[in-house]
Nanobody, 121 residues
Framework: VQLQASGGGLVQAGGSLRLSCAASGRTFTTYRMGWFRQVSGNEREFVAGIGWRTGDTFYADSVKGRFTISRDNAKNTVYLQMDSLKPEDTAVYYC???????????????WGQGTLVTVSS
């Protein structure tokens, strides 16, 4: 499985960015993909997830109302639309495939490479 993330960059606070994650190599069976982020020195944290077949979405409280996850099944691609960005959203963002929940936390079986998002104040 390969996950190719793109779309990161530098944006001012209040601005928007859209991340993309293209999946290839196999068909996901658990039908959940998502986004995570990591600030240097901190643990990687869950941001948003989506059911591949149902389109059901779920978000971390810190991004609810500002970020929107979506998918294009035909393109095997998941997107993360990030609006009203804040400096604290600055992180390396990773897409993950085959999300599974362990206790209260989501973990993917597959990771894509990261894409850096920097939000200036």
């Amino acid at each position: 499985v390969q996950l190719q993330a793109s779309g990161g960059g530098l944006v001012q606070a209040g601005g928007s960015l859209r991340l993309s994650c293209a999946a290839s190599g196999r068909t996901f069976t658990t039908y959940r993909m998502g986004w995570f982020r990591q600030v240097s020195g901190n643990e990687r944290e869950f941001v948003a997830g989506i059911g591949w077949r149902t389109g059901d979405t779920f978000y971390a409280d810190s991004v609810k109302g500002r970020f929107t996850i979506s998918r294009d099944n035909a393109k095997n691609t998941v997107y993360l639309q990030m609006d009203s960005l804040k400096p604290e959203d600055t992180a390396v963002y990773y897409c993950g495939g085959e999300l599974k929940k362990y206790g209260s936390r989501w973990y993917p079986d597959y990771w894509g490479q990261g894409t850096l998002v920097t939000v200036s104040s």
